[in-house]
């Protein structure tokens, strides 16, 4: 049996890829639940305001968006890396010569 060695760029892409999935998925699961338990079915009489937002709004969707961009600051500029792909490789193929073209020394 082969044993396949994946690459460390692919690896740590991976990684990176998966907390960031990880970091969504924690802020949806709890924006969805708290907004269903606390936004539906209230009276007017109950409803406060935070910040110009009704509060389950703040609590809800602001505060757990707002953590999350927070938290995307060092994720960008400290955890992911920018690793070199490999040699360069030139797209654009050089000038056609026309042959017919006469050159002078």
């Known amino acids: 049996?082969?044993?396949?060695v994946?690459?460390?760029l692919v690896r740590r892409a991976r990684r990176e890829a998966a907390?960031?999935?990880?970091?969504?998925?924690?802020?949806?699961?709890y924006s969805v639940t708290f907004c269903y338990l606390?936004?539906?079915?209230?009276?007017?009489?109950?409803?406060?305001?935070?910040?110009?937002?009704?509060?389950?709004v703040f609590?809800?969707?602001?505060?757990?968006?707002?953590?999350?961009i927070l938290l995307s600051l060092p994720f960008a500029y400290?955890?992911?890396g920018d690793e070199p792909l490999g040699e360069a490789?030139?797209?654009e193929e050089p000038p056609a010569s026309d042959e017919h073209e006469v050159q002078h020394a």
Not at 1 to 4: D, G, K, L, N, Y
């Open 6 to 8: 994946e690459d460390t």
């Open 1 to 4: 049996m082969t044993h396949i």
């Open 78 to 80: 400290r955890l992911m």
């Open 89 to 91: 490789v030139d797209s």
């Open 38 to 56: 606390n936004g539906y079915e209230r009276t007017v009489d109950s409803l406060t305001f935070v910040l110009w937002f009704p509060d389950w």
């Open 19 to 29: 907390l960031a999935l990880a970091i969504w998925l924690v802020a949806c699961v």
């Open 59 to 68: 609590w809800g969707i602001v505060v757990p968006w707002s953590i999350c």
